[in-house]
RNA sequence: GCCCUCAUCAUCUAGCCCGGUUAGGAUACAGGCCUUUCAAGCCUGCGGCGGGGGUUCAAAUCCCCCUGAGGGCACCA
């Protein structure tokens, strides 16, 4: 049974690497049939945990990377740690260290001047028991270090690398808990991924280099390590590391600019993964049953808006009206367009005509804003455009009075009716479309007009006619 | 500085493992068609195997070197 993990530490908000990696995590564990994990990783001390963590869980559950198991907090496993760390002391694979902060930054400093490895340097690693007692009377609190093999190496298979190896004279006597008895995240998550029994670490690449360590640390305890995985990394535009330098890096402000799950879990997938082939569009069901962790790429990829954004559009254009209406609501709320008693049939009934335009959810407020106000608001140019000629102004009149006449105000009769007036104007349809967009949306771009109209429903449709007229009036 | 990883259009990528393709698709960009605006849709164009050596009849594909990029080197995770 494949037993996966995703294992964030609680900052407040779900970058969007880590999301990639929990989907990895999660594709892998549906694809298996085996189970997914959520453990929090909250042993920094000075981190304040309090509720951090809630966003990274509604980021999970906008995305429906539901989990198995947990979440499991790693604050309320500390007597394992220790208990473990003992192990590791008792039998001469770890040792405390005395050592302060600042003296191992001094020490370091010096390493690295003189053209060394800024490693520590295992002072501490083979102390007399009476030098232990003077560090001790000196009210010293030790740490407690790893003790490193000084020869060989670790070599370890990555799923999707292959064979990766590091000499052990590379790797420094790392800390594994500190003096207030917390333990740092290699013996935490390697004690949690073994009683976890998690088959399959699958994470960033930022992690490779510490691999060898924790795999160090599986032998030093007598653990079988896990097989690991480690996934690309997802960069800027400017191929640096993803940051807030390159816009939003949060799940969750995205879904606040409108992007749909879909969409979002869709452009996920195809960072550094593809089903093969041409496809673009893939469902999270043929996600879950093309995916494989062999296939996923080994080079970094870079964050693509473009693509996110193409994705969203195509989402939008397909998603039922009914369920674009539902998350659309919240959007039109912030614009003041909405309150709590509007009625969503008529949303429901806008959405058809701006689904293939708006892009996101938080475009939608502007194409419809004309349907939710009883006063809008002219552009100054739209008007300049179409209203303040004589042509226009008296196109704009006869429309107004055909359309008075037109029973049942429906898309095909206001059609029909406009058609011929232009005909017998002698104009081109548009010279009597035109006015009429900017009369009824104060803009010249719009929803297609005439569905519009039929919406909008004639008694508005003719007052914002009167309305438009009077603003231009002299 | 040391260690590790990676390398196909601007970007995401198919192809690489099992050498023989006009190196394919998508986004973006440009042009066209359609059209009541804007979109969407359709068509066309633009554009790439980082460089150098091998191996081979033949290399994007196998090997080596260089270069470039990224990651790591905490009592963070």
């Given at each position: 049974?494949?037993?996966?993990?995703?294992?964030?530490?609680?900052?407040?908000?779900?970058?969007?690497?880590?999301?990639?990696?929990?989907?990895?995590?999660?594709?892998?564990?549906?694809?298996?049939?085996?189970?997914?994990?959520?453990?929090?990783?909250?042993?920094?001390?000075?981190?304040n945990v309090d509720e951090a963590f809630g966003a990274i869980l509604d980021a999970m559950k906008w995305l429906g990377l539901d989990w198995?198991?947990?979440?499991?907090?790693?604050?309320?496993?500390?007597?394992?740690?220790?208990?473990?760390?003992?192990?590791?002391l008792e039998t001469g694979k770890a040792y405390r260290c005395y050592c302060l902060p600042e003296e191992l930054e001094e020490r370091r400093k010096e390493a690295l001047q003189k053209g060394l490895k800024p490693m520590y340097d295992r002072k501490c690693r083979e102390l007399s028991s009476e030098e232990r007692e003077k560090l001790e009377r000196e009210g010293r609190k030790p740490a407690i270090r790893f003790k490193v093999p000084l020869e060989g190496k670790t070599i370890f298979k990555d799923v999707i690398r292959g064979e990766i190896e590091f000499y052990n004279s590379e790797i420094e006597d790392f800390v594994i808990m500190r003096k207030d008895g917390i333990?740092?995240?290699?013996?935490?998550?390697?004690?949690?991924?073994?009683?976890?029994?998690?088959?399959?670490?699958?994470?960033?690449?930022?992690?490779?280099?510490?691999?060898?360590k924790q795999i160090l640390l599986y032998e030093a305890l007598g653990y079988a390590p896990p097989r690991f995985a480690h996934l690309p990394m997802i960069l800027g535009p400017d191929k640096s590391r993803l940051s807030k330098r390159h816009g939003a890096t949060s799940v969750n402000a995205y879904r606040d600019m409108g992007f749909l799950p879909e969409a979002m879990l869709n452009f996920l997938a195809l960072l550094g993964w593809s089903p093969g082939g041409n496809r673009?569009?893939?469902?999270?069901?043929?996600?879950?049953?093309?995916?494989?962790?062999?296939?996923?790429?080994?080079?970094?990829?870079?964050?693509?808006?473009?693509?996110?954004?193409?994705?969203?559009?195509?989402?939008?254009?397909?998603?039922?009206?009914?369920?674009?209406?539902?998350?659309?609501?919240?959007?039109?709320?912030?614009e003041g367009l909405v309150g709590p008693d509007f009625s969503l049939s008529v949303l429901e009934a806008v959405i058809p005509l701006v689904q293939e335009r708006a892009k996101t959810l938080g475009e939608i407020p502007r194409w419809?804003?004309?349907?939710?106000?009883?006063?809008?608001?002219?552009?100054?140019?739209?008007?300049?455009?179409?209203?303040?000629?004589?042509?226009?102004?008296?196109?704009?009149?006869?429309?107004?009075?055909?359309?008075?006449?037109?029973?049942?105000?429906?898309?095909?009769?206001?059609?029909?009716?406009?058609?011929?007036?232009?005909?017998?104007?002698?104009?081109k349809a548009k010279e009597v479309f035109h006015p009429l967009r900017v009369a009824v949306t104060g803009k010249t771009v719009s929803p297609p007009l005439l569905e519009s109209l039929e919406?909008?429903?004639?008694?508005?449709?003719?007052?914002?006619?009167?309305?438009?007229?009077?603003?231009?009036?002299p």
């Open positions: 049974m494949v037993r996966v993990r995703f294992a964030p530490s609680p900052t407040g908000h779900l970058h969007i690497g880590s999301a990639r990696t929990a989907l990895f995590n999660w594709l892998y564990a549906m694809k298996m049939r085996g189970v997914f994990i959520l453990r929090i990783e909250d042993t920094d001390l000075r981190r198995q198991e947990g979440p499991y907090y790693q604050s309320q496993r500390l007597e394992l740690y220790r208990k473990e760390v003992e192990r590791l333990p740092t995240y290699n013996l935490a998550c390697v004690v949690d991924d073994h009683y976890m029994e998690i088959t399959d670490v699958i994470r960033g690449e930022d992690h490779i280099s510490n691999t060898p673009e569009i893939i469902s999270r069901e043929e996600m879950i049953a093309e995916f494989e962790l062999e296939r996923v790429k080994r080079h970094p990829a870079i964050f693509n808006m473009d693509k996110l954004i193409w994705l969203n559009s195509h989402y939008m254009k397909t998603s039922p009206p009914t369920y674009l209406a539902r998350l659309a609501v919240p959007f039109l709320e912030k419809v804003d004309f349907f939710f106000k009883d006063e809008i608001e002219y552009e100054p140019s739209a008007v300049e455009q179409w209203l303040k000629d004589e042509l226009h102004r008296k196109l704009l009149l006869s429309a107004k009075e055909v359309l008075e006449n037109i029973e049942p105000f429906n898309k095909e009769n206001i059609e029909t009716a406009l058609r011929a007036l232009a005909e017998r104007e002698g104009v919406i909008l429903g004639k008694a508005k449709t003719l007052k914002r006619i009167d309305q438009a007229l009077g603003v231009t009036s």
